[in-house]
Structure formats: C-alpha cells, structure tokens
C-alpha cells in the first residue's frame, strides 16, 4: 500500500527523508516531516506523498544494487521511527477528532465511522503498509485495532470475536503468503466479518485479492479508506470454503509439493554439485544462501500452483534475473534449477507445466537458454523480499 511516485514540493520533501533515513539520522529525518507539517502540509497527504513513497524506493533501490540489505533495514527502521512521530503528533489526534466531529454533525448522533481490524498475514513481516492504512483510517474517523505483522489466523479470529469489527483489512507484500491469506480470508468471513484485502502480494489490479474471495480490496491505503468511506462491505455468508475458490487443489499437486518442498531443494542441491564444478569450492555460507535461493524458487512454484497462475511464477524468475544481472551474475543460473526440477516431477502435469512456462519466460526476458559455462550463484542476497507480489 505504498504511495505513487511524488511531485513538486513532495518529491523535494522525500528526497530529504530518504537523505537522512539513509544515513540512519532519525532526527533530522523526523524534522523533515515536523517541518511540513509546520507548512501546512495535512497530515493524509505526509503520511501518502511523503512517507510512503520513501519505504517503496527501498525495494526500488535494493534491486538495481544500489543500496545493501543492512542498508534497506536501516532506512526502513528510521522510517518506522518516522510514522510513529507522525501518529503520536498532535496534529494526527487534532484530524482524527475534526473528521469524527464532521461526521457526529452530518449523522446527529456521536460516534465514528466504525471499527476496522488491521492485521498482516501470519507469515507476513512487512508491517509498514498495515502501518500506514492504519493512520490513514484513524484519520479519517475510524476505530483501528492495529494487530502488526505475522499475525497467527487463529489468533486474529479470537480478536474478531472478542471485539467485533465492522471489517478486518488484511495486508500482505510477499506473494508466498497467499495460501496463508486465502485460509485467513475464509477464516474471517466464518466470523460473519467482511474482508477488505491489501498489498502488494494480491496483485497490481487486485486480481488474487479477487480470486481468493475477498470482499473487497484496494491498491493503497488512500483508495482502502475511499473504500470504506460509504461502509464496509457487506457480511458475508459464513459458508464458503477455500476449495470453492481454487477448484484445481483437488488434483493435490499443490500439497504434495509443499509437502515434499525440502526433499526438491536437497535435490536440486546435489544436482547443481555434479552440474556446477565450482560448488566443490563453496564455503558454507555459499552453499546457505543457494539452498535460500534454490527454495525462493520453490515456494513461488508452490503458490503459483496453488493459484494457478503460471504468470506468477514467470515474473519471479524474470524479476530475479534482472536482480542477479544487476549483480553482474549470469541469468541463465537459473535454468539448471528448473531443468532438476522438471526432471524430479514429471508426474505433475501442471507442475512440469509451469516449469515449462519459467523458462519460455526466461527465454522471451533475453536471457539464453543454451548451455553455458558454470558460475557462482550465490552472488546475491535472498531475492524473495521484494519480488513481484513483494514490497519492502
């Protein structure tokens, strides 16, 4: 739920934040944001125009290799320190107040617009989108229960029960996470409770968000709180299973994927040792991070099954090529993991479907299918933090 690229006096304002975030300055940081809202800035347009944008340069960064994973985290972290500024300014209180006060006139009666369950996806770290929605809602008038990152499901229904919610927004920046977020959705709608989906993970155009059976779903927090502006969406009918959604999981090539996901990487492994020479000379943080890298591809296989979608799965290897060509590492690294791969499952039509479907994607990318000479594949980090249907 990051904001759109800033112009004008925005850009100029987050050109500075980003400056001090970057080197880790959390008090110049925080005056960058104090001092516009001593311009006149509001706080829906800081928090948007401002903030936001600035957390999605750090995936924007990281991926052309222009900043370093100890870098993106210290970035994130000022920033983190930068909302809750903002959210504990009185400025924030003053525009929550203004707005339930409009609100308590238009309708005669006091009281907010409702109550709002914000929550990350159980597996899901990357809270900074929940945070943001979060201060969006509570400026426009809202009750927001904020639960924070990797929420476990059935804690969060025992919170929906325990405070009855008039909707849970449910985030996700990791397209891994989809499972889990299709379990939660249903899991939610059984408590008669309307979902209102968000993230990176559900798509540009919300089209797994969608698929899952969520009740709504919007691009950012701004569109999330237009969204609501009318009410929450409708309560569901608490009877759906996820099956209904996904009629394809009854071939179960999913779960037995997943299910065998370690022994496919072991595979894989011992395959790239007799294809890849230069393994042989591997320290053992090498070796880690390409059994990392070997099972990123694997849990984007699985949910790419589990969704059906062979686009999905084809972005990621697209996008992780532009990353390892960023790091001037071969491309076509890629292909002896899928070509383990495909020879490991061919009794899954779908499977081998989309392996088939990874390296025509791969192929259309430029990157050359033809045997090349071995090379190292553990020249970057761990690439599943910010891929397609991932945001920092």
Do not use: K
């Amino acid at each position: 739920m990051a904001g759109n690229a800033p112009n004008g006096p925005e850009a100029d304002r987050a050109g500075l934040l980003w400056e001090a975030a970057a080197a880790g300055d959390e008090y110049a940081a925080v005056d960058v944001v104090l001092a516009a809202l001593d311009d006149g800035v509001d706080m829906e347009s800081l928090l948007m125009d401002v903030v936001a944008p600035v957390q999605a340069r750090v995936g924007r960064e990281w991926a052309a290799n222009l900043i370093t994973v100890a870098q993106e985290h210290t970035i994130t972290a000022v920033n983190e320190r930068v909302l809750a500024a903002l959210a504990h300014h009185p400025a924030a209180r003053d525009a929550a107040r203004t707005s339930r006060q409009a609100r308590e006139s238009a309708a005669g009666a006091a009281r907010t617009r409702g109550r709002v369950t914000v929550a990350c996806i159980d597996g899901e770290w990357h809270a900074f989108p929940a945070r943001i929605l979060t201060e969006v809602l509570r400026l426009r008038g809202w009750t927001v229960d904020y639960l924070g990152a990797q929420v476990p499901t059935q804690h969060l229904i025992a919170h929906l029960h325990r405070t009855g919610p008039d909707v849970v927004a449910l985030s996700s920046s990791i397209a891994t996470r989809l499972p889990a977020a299709h379990a939660a959705i249903t899991a939610c709608q059984a408590t008669g409770t309307p979902v209102l989906a968000g993230g990176a993970a559900f798509g540009p155009d919300g089209r797994y968000a969608r698929l899952l059976g969520a009740d709504a779903w919007a691009p950012d927090a701004r569109s999330a709180a237009d969204r609501l502006a009318g009410g929450p969406p409708s309560r569901p009918a608490p009877s759906r299973q996820a099956v209904d959604d996904l009629p394809h999981l009854d071939d179960q090539e999913y779960t037995l994927v997943t299910q065998s996901a370690p022994r496919l990487v072991r595979h894989v492994m011992d395959g790239l040792r007799e294809r890849v020479p230069a393994m042989a000379s591997y320290t053992p943080q090498q070796l880690r991070h390409t059994a990392e890298d070997v099972a990123h591809v694997v849990d984007f296989l699985a949910t790419a099954l589990y969704l059906d979608d062979p686009g999905l799965f084809g972005a990621f290897l697209t996008w992780t090529a532009e990353i390892l060509t960023a790091r001037g590492v071969p491309a076509r690294t890629l292909l002896p993991a899928l070509d383990l791969l495909a020879a490991r499952l061919t009794d899954f039509p779908r499977t081998t479907g989309l392996l088939a479907y990874g390296r025509e994607a791969l192929r259309t990318a430029g990157v050359p299918v033809e045997a090349g000479p071995a090379v190292d594949v553990t020249a970057v980090p761990s690439p599943a933090v910010d891929a397609p249907g991932g945001s920092a």
